[in-house]
């Protein structure tokens, strides 16, 4: 390939374009030899056309296309036979060719940064038969770079803190600008930093674009940040260069480098004297124009006569001192206190301990205000005594209230009786004398617990309250009593000497030494010689005396001992005409009055412990007087053997004056006989009672 007189002179502006802009030589197109081919008669060498690379400057901005470079083959004679053709990337759309010349143009504005070069692929074609006279070849176009790209902060902006009073030369942060340019050509993307706002506070290198500190003592309490202005400029800071800048705000972080400090040397708080115990008497604050942990303190009371009663502690929001009373306040007893207090840092740095003490001293002085108080018992609690027997106004104690203020108005004393109801007792209003108003029981209640009054004459309102608790003395008013109502029984064949029963007695009264009590037998009782009672002072034993006797039947009237008449009804017919087991005159005659037979084993003189009979019997009761007197005597016998027995009188026939004795269909029928009596036979009848009987009342309910 060959260049004419036309291509060479736009190699050669082209070439000195790139001097100007990018200092670089032109790249060179070489044409290494191909294999020889053969023609026939002679044999020769032959060039084929072989390249690297064409070069075109980016951003062209002209209207006429930009001329990039020229194909040309050996073979072609520039008689027209040969024809170009181009293929590749951008072929026709971005890069054209002139079939005839092979001149290739750009049409289009080429921008580095978006594609740095094209392949494409030529050809040498005949044009008659349209075959490759050249085999294809391949080459890049390059798009040639020019500063067209200023530096970027891709980062930016930024934010960076370093702590007060740091040392010059402290490094701060990094900034980082690129360039899009190409950085192996020329010095397009060679960026230098600078700084154009910050000074003399801050610099910056200029190759790494580290900020660091250039003053020292930077202090955080005067100016806490700084927005800097950095800048990066190509072309390695030439004239020329392209730049790009951004912003780097440095804030100063905080050190314990001040010392607390109260605004005034002294302070003075009136409070009354009736403010509670824990509250809030003043708060105080050392300031520190220090920040965070480096701000926070602790307040102490180091002096003054109020340690006991004050005490300071600190708000850990607020970093302030509250001083609270421990003790109740008493304007009377002292007026006023004095406190040294001392605030202090609790983390101090040690680099700046040459700054000064960081602590602090304040005095605090504090006014106790009078307070109208309400009267003051010379006692919480008095405690005094009266005997029950004492009369109505006998005296029991004094109390005694004064006005704690200066004042010292009169008071007037008076009972609260929400706490005397009864109104047991009165007071004088002028001496406190408190009297009996009623008759006392110590047995009712043995202790008094009353509430006085003490009220100020010139102001109702206040009002002290004093306790009272009268204990009231015992004396002998009331006479023992026995535990409990006592039914004593015992066997026939008890041995004399053997207890029966141990009594035992109570009083109410209680007297120093306990109670000492006596027993002995009545008059009526002591005419019995079975028995005897030994008083052992505390219990009494009821012992039996009498002698072992022949045991004898318990009725004299043996023809009505049921238990041994024995009746049987094994046979029919008969009715009431059979009278030979049983006598029916009995049977017919309804108003037969019995008396109580007489027990052989009771003495005359103890018969007013058995139950009381019946002198007259309601009609159709025979049965059940029977039944009842063998009840009675099993009840005070309790050593008779259970005689139980079970007859069934079961009477055949008609005409019977009697009629049924069956209870079967007692409860169902209309029949007028009263079971009221089944009440009378103690607890072991009560369901049969509650069964058949009519009578609200039943002798052992």
């Given at each position: 390939m060959k260049l004419g007189k036309v291509e060479f002179c736009h190699f050669l502006q082209i070439l000195a374009l790139?001097?100007?802009?990018?200092?670089?030589?032109?790249?060179?197109?070489?044409?290494?030899?191909?294999?020889p081919y053969f023609q026939s008669g002679r044999t020769r060498t032959k060039r084929s056309w072989v390249w690297n690379q064409f070069f075109v400057l980016e951003e062209y901005m002209g209207t006429d296309p930009l001329y990039?470079?020229?194909?040309?083959?050996?073979?072609?004679?520039?008689?027209?036979?040969?024809?170009?053709?181009?293929?590749?990337?951008?072929?026709?759309?971005?890069?054209?060719?002139?079939?005839?010349?092979?001149?290739?143009?750009?049409?289009?504005?080429?921008d580095r940064e978006e594609q740095a070069y094209y392949t494409l692929r030529a050809q040498a074609l005949d044009r008659l038969t349209n075959k490759p006279v050249e085999p294809e070849s391949e080459f890049v176009i390059k798009i040639q770079d020019i500063n067209d790209n200023e530096p970027k902060f891709l980062d930016g902006p930024y934010t960076a803190g370093v702590p007060e009073m740091s040392p010059v030369g402290t490094s701060v942060v990094q900034v980082t600008a690129t360039d899009a340019d190409d950085p192996t050509y020329g010095n397009s993307a060679r960026v230098v930093y600078s700084i154009l706002q910050g000074q003399p506070y801050f610099s910056v290198e200029p190759k790494t674009g580290v900020i660091k500190t250039a003053l020292p003592n930077m202090d955080?309490?005067?100016?806490?940040?700084?927005?800097?202005?950095?800048?990066?400029?190509?072309?390695?800071?030439?004239?020329?260069?392209?730049?790009?800048?951004?912003?780097?705000?440095?804030?100063?972080?905080?050190?314990?480098?001040?010392?607390?400090?109260?605004?005034?040397?002294?302070?003075?708080?009136?409070?009354?004297?009736?403010?509670?115990?824990?509250?809030?008497?003043?708060?105080?604050?050392?300031?520190?124009?220090?920040?965070?942990?480096?701000?926070?303190?602790?307040?102490?009371?180091?002096?003054?006569?109020?340690?006991?009663?004050?005490?300071?502690?600190?708000?850990?929001?607020?970093?302030?001192?509250?001083?609270?009373?421990?003790?109740?306040?008493?304007?009377?007893?002292?007026?006023?206190y004095t406190l040294r207090i001392e605030a202090a840092n609790l983390h101090v740095d040690p680099r700046f301990l040459s700054l000064g003490p960081f602590s602090d001293m304040t005095t605090v002085k504090i006014i106790v205000e009078d307070v109208d108080e309400p009267p003051v018992f010379t006692s919480r609690l008095y405690?005094?005594?009266?005997?029950?027997?004492?009369?109505?106004?006998?005296?029991?104690?004094?109390?005694?209230?004064?006005?704690?203020?200066?004042?010292?108005?009169?008071?007037?004393?008076?009972?609260?009786?929400?706490?005397?109801?009864?109104?047991?007792?009165?007071?004088?209003?002028?001496?406190?004398?408190?009297?009996?108003?009623?008759?006392?029981?110590?047995?009712?209640?043995?202790?008094?617990?009353?509430?006085?009054?003490?009220?100020?004459?010139?102001?109702?309102?206040?009002?002290?309250?004093?306790?009272?608790?009268?204990?009231?003395?015992?004396?002998?008013?009331?006479?023992?009593?026995?535990?409990?109502?006592?039914?004593?029984?015992?066997?026939?064949n008890a041995q004399p000497g053997q207890v029966i029963q141990k009594i035992s007695a109570i009083d109410k009264d209680d007297p120093p030494n306990g109670h000492q009590f006596y027993f002995s037998l009545t008059a009526e009782a002591a005419n019995n010689h079975n028995f005897t009672l030994q008083d052992n002072k505390v219990l009494v034993l009821l012992i039996v005396t009498?002698?072992?006797?022949?045991?004898?039947?318990?009725?004299?009237?043996?023809?009505?001992?049921?238990?041994?008449?024995?009746?049987?009804?094994?046979?029919?017919?008969?009715?009431?005409?059979?009278?030979?087991?049983?006598?029916?005159?009995?049977?017919?005659?309804?108003?037969?009055?019995?008396?109580?037979?007489?027990?052989?084993?009771?003495?005359?003189?103890?018969?007013?412990?058995?139950?009381?009979?019946?002198?007259?019997?309601p009609d159709n009761v025979i049965f059940r007087e029977f039944i009842w007197e063998r009840l009675k005597e099993a009840d005070v016998d309790p050593c008779a053997p259970p005689y139980d027995s079970l007859q069934t009188y079961a009477f055949e026939g008609n005409g019977s004056v009697a009629e049924s004795l069956s209870s079967l269909d007692s409860i169902s029928s209309n029949s007028d006989q009263n079971y009221d009596y089944l009440s009378d036979w103690g607890p072991r009848f009560k369901r049969l009672a509650d069964m058949y009987g009519t009578g609200p009342e039943c002798l052992y309910s």
């Open positions: 790139f001097l100007c802009l990018s200092g670089l030589n032109q790249a060179e197109i070489t044409r290494p030899r191909s294999k990039v470079g020229k194909l040309h083959s050996d073979v072609d004679k520039g008689d027209g036979s040969i024809k170009y053709i181009l293929s590749g990337e951008g072929a026709s759309s971005i890069f054209i060719i002139d079939e005839n010349t092979g001149d290739i143009h750009a049409t289009k504005r080429l955080r309490e005067a100016k806490d940040q700084y927005l800097l202005v950095i800048q990066a400029k190509d072309m390695v800071g030439q004239n020329g260069g392209l730049s790009g800048t951004t912003s780097v705000t440095v804030t100063l972080t905080d050190v314990n480098d001040n010392p607390p400090r109260f605004p005034r040397r002294s302070y003075q708080y009136n409070v009354p004297e009736s403010l509670p115990v824990a509250s809030v008497v003043a708060r105080i604050k050392a300031a520190d124009a220090d920040v965070g942990p480096n701000a926070e303190m602790e307040y102490k009371i180091v002096d003054g006569d109020g340690l006991g009663v004050f005490k300071v502690s600190v708000d850990k929001e607020t970093q302030e001192g509250i001083i609270t009373i421990q003790k109740e306040l008493d304007f009377e007893a002292k007026t006023s405690s005094m005594v009266v005997s029950e027997a004492a009369k109505v106004g006998t005296i029991i104690g004094t109390v005694a209230a004064h006005d704690p203020d200066a004042s010292n108005s009169p008071v007037r004393y008076s009972i609260d009786r929400n706490t005397d109801l009864e109104r047991y007792f009165n007071i004088d209003a002028n001496s406190g004398v408190i009297t009996t108003a009623k008759s006392l029981d110590r047995e009712t209640n043995a202790v008094h617990n009353i509430t006085v009054l003490a009220m100020e004459s010139q102001n109702p309102a206040q009002i002290g309250r004093g306790y009272v608790a009268i204990t009231i003395l015992d004396i002998n008013d009331n006479a023992p009593e026995f535990a409990m109502e006592y039914e004593t029984t015992v066997c026939e009498m002698r072992r006797r022949k045991k004898e039947p318990l009725i004299f009237d043996e023809e009505r001992d049921i238990r041994e008449n024995i009746v049987r009804y094994d046979d029919e017919g008969g009715g009431e005409e059979d009278t030979e087991a049983f006598d029916m005159a009995a049977l017919r005659n309804l108003n037969i009055m019995r008396d109580t037979k007489t027990r052989r084993d009771v003495t005359p003189e103890i018969q007013f412990l058995s139950r009381p009979t019946f002198k007259s019997i």
